[in-house]
């Protein structure tokens, strides 16, 4: 390689290395404000989680005691601070052989339950990414494969049908279809359960029985966004010229959809694939409370219910994490798969 | 912590007249078809708490529930259906004794109790389960003997190296409670979980006790999954023939976490697979049992107590609206509790109330002072409004998020809008509403709460509810009525060891307080649980108005 | 100015489609639901005048023992049109009808805050660019970053009580809905940016406001028209989701959400309960959603460059919530 050569590759190089040094340091900055704003919106919660570790019945002396013990009686700012510490070199809390220990890095110490904020959500992220994964593979075969079919048959009764079934698909809330889905599945004809989850490493086929219900109604109402998308890209993109050029050039038509057409409209479908999944991966909250699946989700809700502020915050920045790595993923794919970016 | 259901004042109502068939006979049938209790079977309870608190310092489960299956106490409860319940000794050999004018308790433990791997239980390891309730780091259950015990307000528990002089245990097989003041009912104080045996030795690290606790009970924890599942397996060294009211029925018993009400309901009574095997630890909600009236099989497996809780409106009495003893009466006459019972499903939901005392409390008088229709009396509260000033009040109603609770409110706003009040409602979550209610800011007019005493004694109706030490801080006082002579009275009542003689005084209490209407007795409220076909033993008595897990076995 | 340079009338243009729209009878169709939904919204009260029945009187002669309707279909009688609820015996009809208000009301009002704040905060992003653009994104992804229904429902409870339930609605719905629209928005005023007349426009010495407001957001409406109809069905289902979960719109006032979530525990024995609200919520959504198609279909302008554009332009799907699924 000449020199010029090699020292454009090293420019280009330092110029990689400084955009992604900028976004972590980007990344690390949104996850601290969205701590910040955790901390405040729940701090106002008109609750006291003292409360919780007071007894019954309770008595001004047994709260003060639980508030010093949950370093509650410290203001909110240095509560934060001792939070952000607690991140980097873990956290105790009391004093003698029954202090508890939150190890680093610790995201907080749920005092309802006993456990470290960390554990919680290690135990539950199994059943999120369960669902979310599942539930993709489903709505991305389903949605994409409808979408493409009525792009290809434009104006026939079956794109006709197919975006009946989609715009119905996202005008359903997803309360409703699960809720109707147990009654039919479970409840009428006895064919699945209507709660609960097995782990995978169990019962593989439990796993899937408990989990077909939940993938079906979220791949329901995710699918029939992902229809209406490809179609319209894939339409849009059918159009171009150089479509009609590749058509001219004599190349068959499964060709010029599936190499040309479908290439385009990957970009579009990654990008909202995404976030899609990073939010789905940080707890599907509606879903998992009506399927009483113990993920994320759930447990956030009911951290919320029980103002267990170290969960909520721990989870948020979780979500929050998630949904960033997502973005940037979809940027990098963007960057790999479309040339005209990346230059 | 997320409270087990059967804390009094989350008590959701449910009800439904099984009119033509009247199944639900009060207490329900135990229908088991043999006297001795089938042993076998896996059986599986349903519920909607997403945890369950293990360690017996820390928490505030009832004698007969989840944590009576796996830890003994010196006493326990007997319950049986249409009869008072009565405390029973359980690792003692009696009830206790009582000297120094009811100051000092002398209990004795059985012969050859042991854990659940063959260690003996231990006076001492009762002293040690009970100190280390005192703990900072373990607060959260119930505490009704940390300000009963001598010195036990300044106790901070055993791990910062002190002991509690007020227990004492001259031996291994005898422990000595000395309390502050005399406490008649002391009997049915260690019945609760903190009295539950903890060996020191197992205490090694206090927050995870409860992983692997010491059982002393027909079950050991075999594994707990939060929000998923807590399993039980039998515990090989517990002697049924020293304990009168546990059966140890079932060889495995699995709690299936964070269920959906209405589900659970369902299930149970589409009675399929695995839920033949199963009950409801959660409250059958109105619209099911709506469905269950119409499902013959279901009828059979519904089980409805008798009335144990109070479900009252709590009125705020220091606020300067509300100051007015006629204000208060008024809203006494305006409030529709038939509109309430409906809203709460129906006539099963509960009678209509008209005292402080529940019934089934030993001692408790039937009186109505304010007479009125079902439907409440329109007219006199105008009246009583306008004689005190205030024809038109705005009032705000502190709910809490409970799944019935919405209807119910809204019967609230309901009724007292026909008398020219206009109600406010907000709606809280769970904690939050507790946060609201009891603590020290008070910011509300009116709240709606239900209340089951801890244990069954007029003592845990009135003074929990009505003591000026219970305003704020924590405290169920949620009316912040403060009168001296009613506390007097409590203190009267509270401290009188004879038992007719205390009876006396807190059906006067009863009366005296009602007649400063700081709350609207609603109804009293009833209960209804179903289980699979082949559960068996499963009764519900009136109190406490939940079912008995310790004697449910499976049919084979 | 010469007409080609004038920037396009939105009247102008959707009269010349209009002639098309007698073809698409499925937008037609749409629209006439939305417009009747509009019309009985509005008109709830003297429509529930009409039944003699209001959504707040309670009807317990209406019940049997069990706090279910007494009568056939839920109660439906000559003076209950679509029967009533159980448990309190208030006439459905009222409340499906007066729960029209407030799903509209809340909605429409929700979208008109997002799209405000997204429209603002979007142009003036893309089009004044450097470090203000560099904040506002970074405020868009970390609201886009946020669970946002549990904050919603925290929101909820921490609002003083003196703070009307709907207002705090509109405000919290509307709050997060807007980065959405204000990155599409963005996306578009890129490109915008580079456009003959802009440039154009920035030559002859117009000031950047001038441009922005005179030049660029006329361009803008019509993009922000199509977002807009396909917004206000996610608003609304977000409101709806809300009451479900029991932090939405206060009793009495009725709501569909609230009214779905009591009465998907009485499917069994009385459907009635579920089938008016839930339809009604289905149908209005339906509606929306085929209408901004339509409108999508008719009035998106084929600019040339659509690689920003593109998957901008089809994330209106998912502009509510992600975890209202």
């Known amino acids: 390689m000449s020199g010029t050569a090699r020292r454009a590759a090293t420019a280009r190089r330092a110029a990689r290395a400084r955009t992604a040094a900028r976004r972590v340091a980007s990344a690390a900055l949104t996850l601290l404000v969205v701590s910040a704003l955790t901390y405040a919106v729940f701090y106002l919660l008109p609750a006291d989680p003292a409360q919780l570790s007071c007894g019954k019945p309770c008595t001004p002396e047994r709260l003060q005691q639980a508030r010093e013990f949950m370093a509650l009686d410290r203001s909110v700012p240095r509560q934060y601070l001792d939070f952000l510490s607690g991140l980097v070199s873990g956290r105790s809390f009391g004093t003698g052989p029954a202090a508890v220990r939150c190890p680093a890095p610790c995201l907080g110490y749920s005092f309802r339950l006993d456990r470290p904020v960390v554990d919680l959500m290690a135990d539950r992220l199994p059943v999120t990414v369960s669902i979310a994964l599942g539930a993709a593979v489903l709505w991305l075969l389903l949605g994409v494969g409808a979408g493409v079919a009525a792009a290809v048959r434009p104006r026939t009764l079956l794109d006709r049908g197919v975006m009946t079934l989609a715009v119905a698909g996202v005008s359903t809330p997803t309360y409703l279809l699960g809720l109707l889905g147990i009654l039919l599945f479970g409840f009428t004809v006895h064919v699945l359960p209507v709660s609960g989850y097995v782990p995978l490493t169990e019962d593989p086929a439990a796993w899937a029985q408990h989990l077909v219900l939940p993938w079906c109604v979220l791949a329901a109402v995710f699918a029939a966004v992902y229809a209406r998308l490809t179609r319209g890209q894939l339409l849009e993109v059918l159009q171009e010229d150089h479509i009609r050029a590749a058509r001219a050039r004599g190349l068959r038509e499964r060709r010029v959809v599936g190499i040309h057409g479908l290439r385009n409209v990957l970009l579009p479908v990654v990008s909202v694939l995404g976030p899609d999944l990073g939010g789905l991966l940080g707890g599907a909250v509606i879903t998992e409370h009506v399927f009483s699946l113990p993920g994320l989700g759930s447990l956030l809700l009911d951290a919320v219910g029980s103002v267990d502020l170290p969960l909520v915050v721990g989870i948020t920045l979780l979500s929050a994490f998630l949904i960033i790595v997502a973005n940037a993923v979809v940027d990098l794919c963007y960057g790999l798969l479309d040339p005209r970016v990346s230059g | ?556 | 100015m010469p007409a080609s340079l004038a920037a396009p009338g939105l009247v102008g243009q959707v009269l010349r489609q209009a002639r098309g729209w007698r073809r698409d009878l499925w937008t037609a169709g749409a629209g006439a639901v939305v417009a009747t939904c509009v019309v009985v919204a509005l008109a709830a009260p003297l429509l529930t005048a009409v039944e003699g029945q209001d959504p707040f009187t309670y009807h317990p002669d209406t019940l049997d023992a069990s706090g279910a309707p007494a009568g056939p279909g839920g109660g439906i009688g000559p003076t209950h049109w679509f029967g009533v609820e159980p448990l309190t015996g208030r006439d459905l009809f009222a409340v499906v009808v007066h729960g029209a208000r407030t799903s509209l009301g809340i909605g429409l009002a929700a979208t008109a805050l997002a799209v405000g704040l997204g429209v603002a905060a979007g142009a003036t992003a893309g089009f004044l660019g450097g470090w203000y653009d560099r904040l506002t994104t970074r405020v868009i992804d970390v609201l886009l970053g946020f669970p946002t229904l549990v904050f919603m429902i925290a929101l909820g409870a921490i609002a003083p009580t003196d703070l009307p339930r709907p207002l705090l609605v509109v405000l919290v719905v509307g709050g997060f809905g807007w980065p959405s629209v204000a990155r599409v928005v963005r996306g578009q005023t890129l490109s915008l940016r580079q456009r003959g007349f802009v440039l154009a426009s920035t030559a002859m010495g117009a000031g950047r406001g001038h441009v922005l407001v005179r030049q660029v957001l006329p361009h803008l409406t019509v993009t922000v028209v199509v977002y807009t109809t396909l917004l206000v069905p996610q608003m609304i289902a977000t409101e709806a989701a809300l009451s479900f979960l029991g932090v939405g719109v206060p009793p009495p006032t009725p709501s569909w959400g609230r009214a779905i979530g009591d009465a998907v525990a009485w499917v069994s024995t009385d459907p009635a309960f579920l089938a008016f609200p839930g339809g009604a919520l289905f149908l209005l959504t339906l509606a929306l959603t085929v209408l901004g198609d339509g409108l999508q279909d008719r009035l998106a302008p084929r600019t040339a460059d659509r690689t920003a554009d593109r998957t901008a332009d089809r994330t209106a799907d998912r502009s509510g919530p992600r975890e209202a699924r």
């Open chain 2, 1 to 556: 912590m997320k409270r087990h259901p059967l804390r009094a004042t989350a008590a959701a109502l449910t009800g439904l007249v099984l009119a033509a068939c009247g199944t639900s006979s009060s207490g329900g049938a135990p229908a088991s078809s043999s006297t001795a209790a089938a042993r076998g079977g896996s059986l599986f309870v349903l519920t909607t708490s997403s945890s369950v608190t293990l360690d017996p310092a820390k928490s505030q489960n009832l004698a007969i529930t989840t944590l009576g299956l796996i830890y003994r106490r010196l006493t326990t409860w007997d319950i049986a259906p249409g009869r008072p319940p009565t405390v029973v000794p359980d690792l003692a050999t009696d009830t206790g004794t009582a000297s120094d004018g009811g100051r000092t308790w002398t209990y004795h433990l059985k012969d050859g109790l042991q854990y659940a791997d063959g260690t003996p239980i231990t006076a001492a390891d009762v002293r040690y389960g009970v100190e280390r309730s005192f703990a900072a780091e373990l607060s959260g259950g119930l505490s009704y003997h940390k300000t009963l015990l001598a010195g036990g307000t300044a106790y901070k528990g055993p791990y910062t190296g002190q002991d509690l002089p007020a227990i004492e245990t001259p031996d291994a097989r005898t422990i000595v409670f000395h309390l502050a003041t005399a406490y008649g009912d002391w009997p049915w104080i260690v019945s609760m979980p903190a009295f539950a045996p903890v060996p020191r030795a197992k205490d090694t690290s206090p927050t995870s006790y409860a992983t692997h606790p010491a059982a002393s009970g027909p079950y050991q924890v075999d594994s707990y999954h939060q929000g998923s599942a807590l399993v039980l397996t039998r515990n090989p060294h517990w002697d049924a023939r020293t304990d009168p009211v546990r059966t140890g029925g079932p060889d495995k018993i699995t709690f299936q976490l964070g269920q959906d009400r209405s589900v659970v309901a369902q299930r149970l009574i589409a009675d399929s697979g695995d839920d033949r095997s199963a009950f409801g630890a959660s409250f059958v909600p109105p619209a099911q049992l709506a469905q269950v009236s119409r499902d013959a099989g279901a009828k059979q497996r519904l089980v409805t107590s008798d009335p144990g809780a109070l479900a009252y409106l709590a009125i705020n009495t220091r606020r300067p609206a509300l100051a007015d003893v006629r204000v208060r009466q008024a809203i006494e006459y305006g409030v529709d509790k038939h509109a309430y019972q409906v809203a709460s499903g129906g006539e099963l939901a509960g009678g209509l109330a008209t005292t402080l005392i529940t019934p089934g409390i030993p001692g408790r008088v039937a009186y109505d002072l304010y007479p009125e229709e079902p439907s409440g009396d329109v007219a006199k509260a105008r009246q009583l409004l306008a004689a005190a000033g205030t024809p038109a009040l705005s009032l705000s109603l502190l709910v809490d998020s409970e799944s019935n609770s919405a209807a119910q409110a809204q019967a609230i706003q309901q009724a007292l809008q026909r008398v020219g009040i206009t109600v406010t409602i907000r709606q809280l979550d769970d904690e939050a509403w507790t946060a609201a209610a009891t603590g020290a800011a008070g910011d509300y007019d009116l709240t709606l709460s239900s209340w089951q005493p801890d244990f069954p004694s007029a003592n845990g109706n009135l003074q929990p509810l009505f003591a000026t030490s219970e305003i704020g801080g924590g405290g169920y006082n949620l009316a912040r009525y403060s009168r001296p002579e009613v506390d007097a009275l409590i203190a009267r009542a509270t401290g009188e060891t004879d038992h007719a003689a205390a009876q006396a005084l807190w059906a006067q209490a009863d009366r005296r307080i009602l007649q400063d209407a700081p709350v609207v007795p609603l109804i009293y409220t009833r209960n209804s649980f179903l289980h699979g076909s082949k559960v068996a033993d499963f009764f519900v008595a009136g109190f406490p108005a939940y079912p008995d897990y310790l004697r449910v076995s499976l049919r084979r």
